[in-house]
Protein backbone atom coordinates (compact mmCIF):
# COMPACT_ATOMS: atom_id res chain seq x y z
CA UNK A 1 0.00 0.00 0.00
CA UNK A 2 1.30 3.43 -1.14
CA UNK A 3 1.75 6.32 1.59
CA UNK A 4 2.83 9.73 1.38
CA UNK A 5 3.78 11.37 4.65
CA UNK A 6 4.32 15.00 5.02
CA UNK A 7 6.24 16.68 8.09
CA UNK A 8 7.75 19.70 8.62
CA UNK A 9 5.00 22.27 8.80
CA UNK A 10 4.55 25.14 11.64
CA UNK A 11 3.78 28.16 12.75
CA UNK A 12 6.69 30.76 11.45
CA UNK A 13 6.28 34.34 11.14
CA UNK A 14 6.45 36.60 7.69
CA UNK A 15 10.57 36.06 6.61
CA UNK A 16 11.13 33.36 7.87
CA UNK A 17 11.78 29.56 6.07
CA UNK A 18 10.68 25.94 6.79
CA UNK A 19 11.40 22.72 4.80
CA UNK A 20 8.71 20.11 4.45
CA UNK A 21 9.26 16.51 4.01
CA UNK A 22 7.54 14.18 2.03
CA UNK A 23 8.48 10.19 2.55
CA UNK A 24 7.05 7.48 0.27
CA UNK A 25 6.47 4.18 0.90
CA UNK A 26 5.22 1.37 -0.40
CA UNK A 27 6.07 2.03 -3.46
CA UNK A 28 9.23 4.28 -5.69
CA UNK A 29 8.64 6.97 -7.61
CA UNK A 30 11.89 7.78 -9.63
CA UNK A 31 10.35 7.99 -12.79
CA UNK A 32 6.96 9.80 -11.54
CA UNK A 33 6.36 13.30 -11.13
CA UNK A 34 6.31 14.19 -7.60
CA UNK A 35 4.35 17.28 -6.55
CA UNK A 36 3.23 20.00 -3.55
CA UNK A 37 0.21 21.51 -3.27
CA UNK A 38 -1.18 23.51 -0.85
CA UNK A 39 -4.51 24.56 0.14
CA UNK A 40 -6.06 27.40 2.09
CA UNK A 41 -9.51 27.84 3.92
CA UNK A 42 -11.88 28.76 1.60
CA UNK A 43 -10.05 28.50 -1.33
CA UNK A 44 -9.42 25.45 -3.86
CA UNK A 45 -5.99 22.97 -4.10
CA UNK A 46 -3.56 25.31 -5.74
CA UNK A 47 -0.40 23.99 -7.46
CA UNK A 48 3.23 24.85 -5.54
CA UNK A 49 5.75 22.92 -7.34
CA UNK A 50 6.74 19.58 -8.91
CA UNK A 51 9.97 17.93 -9.77
CA UNK A 52 10.94 15.03 -12.02
CA UNK A 53 14.62 13.70 -11.89
CA UNK A 54 16.54 16.93 -12.32
CA UNK A 55 13.50 19.16 -13.87
CA UNK A 56 11.50 21.55 -11.89
CA UNK A 57 8.41 23.24 -12.17
CA UNK A 58 6.81 25.73 -10.00
CA UNK A 59 3.65 28.58 -9.48
CA UNK A 60 4.49 31.79 -10.37
CA UNK A 61 3.80 33.00 -6.73
CA UNK A 62 6.61 30.92 -5.22
CA UNK A 63 8.96 30.90 -8.14
CA UNK A 64 12.44 32.34 -6.25
CA UNK A 65 11.28 31.60 -2.98
CA UNK A 66 10.69 27.61 -2.77
CA UNK A 67 12.84 25.12 -4.06
CA UNK A 68 11.51 21.59 -4.71
CA UNK A 69 14.10 18.33 -4.49
CA UNK A 70 14.42 14.99 -4.22
CA UNK A 71 16.18 12.25 -2.57
CA UNK A 72 15.48 9.20 -4.35
CA UNK A 73 17.54 7.00 -2.03
CA UNK A 74 15.34 8.14 0.66
CA UNK A 75 12.23 7.89 -1.44
CA UNK A 76 12.02 11.61 -0.06
CA UNK A 77 10.46 15.22 -1.77
CA UNK A 78 11.53 18.03 -0.25
CA UNK A 79 10.03 21.71 -0.44
CA UNK A 80 12.49 24.33 0.68
CA UNK A 81 10.18 27.59 1.47
CA UNK A 82 11.80 31.00 2.34
CA UNK A 83 11.03 34.48 2.74
CA UNK A 84 7.30 33.16 3.64
CA UNK A 85 4.74 35.19 3.16
CA UNK A 86 0.94 35.68 5.29
CA UNK A 87 -0.55 34.18 1.88
CA UNK A 88 1.24 31.07 2.22
CA UNK A 89 -0.32 30.18 4.60
CA UNK A 90 -2.20 26.41 3.94
CA UNK A 91 -2.24 23.01 4.11
CA UNK A 92 0.00 22.02 2.08
CA UNK A 93 -0.07 18.53 0.39
CA UNK A 94 2.45 15.75 -1.74
CA UNK A 95 0.89 13.85 -4.47
CA UNK A 96 1.99 11.56 -6.65
CA UNK A 97 1.64 12.71 -10.55
CA UNK A 98 -0.25 9.83 -12.34
CA UNK A 99 -0.42 11.40 -16.08
CA UNK A 100 -2.33 14.52 -17.89
CA UNK A 101 -0.81 18.15 -16.18
CA UNK A 102 1.55 18.48 -13.80
CA UNK A 103 -0.08 21.45 -12.29
CA UNK A 104 -3.69 19.88 -12.07
CA UNK A 105 -4.67 18.05 -8.79
CA UNK A 106 -6.64 15.92 -10.57
CA UNK A 107 -3.96 14.37 -12.22
CA UNK A 108 -1.79 12.96 -9.03
CA UNK A 109 -3.17 9.62 -8.13
CA UNK A 110 -1.66 8.89 -4.83
CA UNK A 111 -1.62 11.89 -2.07
CA UNK A 112 -0.41 12.45 1.77
CA UNK A 113 -2.73 13.76 4.55
CA UNK A 114 -0.81 17.10 4.22
CA UNK A 115 0.70 19.40 7.05
CA UNK A 116 -0.17 22.92 7.89
CA UNK A 117 2.16 26.31 7.49
CA UNK A 118 0.80 29.13 9.01
CA UNK A 119 2.96 32.53 7.91
CA UNK A 120 2.13 35.61 10.59
CA UNK A 121 2.39 38.67 9.67
Known amino acids: QVHLVESGGGLVQAGDSLRLSCAAS????????MGWFRQAPGKEREFVAA??????SYADSVKGRFTISRDNVKNTVYLQMDSLKPDDTGVYYC????????????????WGQGTQVTVSS
Open 26 to 33: GRTFTNTF
Open 95 to 110: AAHRGGRITVADDYGY
Open 51 to 56: IRWSGT
